[in-house]
Nanobody, 124 residues
């Protein structure tokens, strides 16, 4: 069983920055994938970024490449999402999720565990 807790959301002006953190607990293996997804009102949940718990293989959605950076903080045992140059279209609830199979995908249906989400609002 894996539990995930997100933090770091908030309200920011366009062009600003936020850092989201995900703290997993329970049994985490190095090959698990930790992903960030987001869901805006009336839209489907979409993949934002992912990384192996080992800290390798970061990947990003095209919409956030060059603006967002996912990383693992070994000292704090967290997975962080640094979000720069935020845009109003980044407004959504952001979820941390864990995929426990050997595959590492960008599909929400493949992720087994989810956090409660944290709201990010970007004003224009």
């Amino acid at each position: 069983q894996v539990q995930l807790v997100e933090s770091g959301g908030g309200l920011v002006q366009a062009g600003g920055s936020l850092t989201l953190s995900c703290v997993p607990s329970g049994r985490i293996f190095s090959n698990y994938a930790l992903g960030w997804f987001r869901q805006a009102p009336g839209k489907e949940r979409e993949f934002v970024a992912g990384i192996r718990w080992s800290g390798t293989s970061p990947r990003y959605a095209d919409s956030v490449k060059g603006r967002f950076t996912i990383s693992r903080d070994n000292a704090k045992n967290t997975v962080n999402l640094q979000m720069n140059n935020l845009k109003p279209e980044d407004t959504a609830i952001y979820y941390c999720a864990a995929e426990t199979s050997v595959y590492y995908t960008a599909y929400a249906r493949n992720y087994d565990y989810w956090g409660q989400g944290t709201q990010v609002t970007v004003s224009s």
